[in-house]
């Protein structure tokens, strides 16, 4: 099981971490990956981070970072220099491989979502 905590409103060019924990599994050696969605559209990728390292989508790059603290079973995301069309629902999601994907469908599973609204 995953779990999300962190979300929130903030205000444009503000900073959020949100935080994704694992019960029941060790995440070391799972390839993580967070993904959002916004009302009215499709989930996207926002990033992921494997052995190999990390990789972002374009929209995010320079402005957001993941990490994990393997001894926390936990992983991370950083987001900074927010934009209001940062706002969406994010998800945390494991994937029994280790390699990370872009794709929703590479990752086992998944956390509930937690809402970022960022206000102009």
């Known amino acids: 099981q995953l779990v999300e905590f962190g979300g929130g409103l903030v205000q444009a060019g503000g900073s959020l971490r949100l935080s994704c924990a694992a019960s029941?599994?060790?995440?070391?050696?799972?390839?993580m990956g967070w993904f959002r969605q916004a009302l009215g559209k499709e989930r996207e990728f926002v990033g992921a981070?494997?052995?190999?390292?990390?990789t972002y989508a374009d929209s995010v790059k320079g402005r957001f970072t993941i990490s994990r603290d393997n001894a926390k079973n936990t992983a991370y995301l950083q987001m900074n220099s927010l934009k209001p069309e940062d706002t969406a629902v994010y998800y945390c999601?494991?994937?029994?491989?280790?390699?990370?994907?872009?794709?929703?469908?590479?990752?086992?599973?998944w956390g509930q979502g937690t809402q970022v609204t960022v206000s102009s």
């Open positions: 981070i494997s052995w190999s390292g990390s």
């Open positions: 999601a494991a994937a029994r491989a280790s390699f990370a994907s872009t794709s929703s469908s590479w990752y086992n599973y």
């Open positions: 029941g599994r060790s995440l070391s050696t799972y390839a």
